[in-house]
């Protein structure tokens, strides 16, 4: 059994910093692409940043040169650095790993989410 387990939200003032963590454990032979989600109240849920595991990262328009995405492939480990937060970045933040291959088959999995709060 694959489980997502995301740390670092929080609640900071505009213009902070916070960083999220997210760990994918079980038997996990590889992982194709992970990445961050957000869903604000009322918003539907959307991609804030992916990485492959080849290192290609893919932005949303909103936080390119604010967010940096990072992965580390021998912990099953993607991190999000969140510099210059506006309160607009208030939502819950989820995790998500694209094509986790155990024992042979590949699936998406997602973790619980965790909140981001950004005080004006």
């Known amino acids: 059994q694959v489980q997502l387990v995301e740390s670092g939200g929080g609640l900071v003032q505009a213009g902070g910093s916070l960083r999220l963590s997210c760990a994918a454990s079980?038997?996990?032979?590889?992982?194709?692409?992970m990445g961050w989600y957000r869903q604000a109240p009322g918003k539907q849920r959307e991609l804030v940043a992916a990485?492959?595991?080849?290192?290609?990262?893919n932005y949303a328009d909103s936080v390119k040169g604010r967010f940096t995405i990072s992965r580390d492939n021998a912990k099953n480990t993607v991190y999000l650095q969140m510099n210059s937060l506006k309160p607009e970045d208030t939502a819950v933040y989820y995790c998500?790993?694209?094509?986790?291959?155990?024992?042979?088959?590949?699936?998406?999995?997602w973790g619980q989410g965790t909140q981001v709060t950004v005080s004006s």
């Open positions: 998500n790993a694209e094509r986790v291959v155990v024992a042979g088959t590949g699936n998406d999995y």
């Open positions: 990485i492959t595991s080849g290192g290609s990262t």
């Open positions: 079980g038997s996990i032979f590889s992982i194709n692409a």
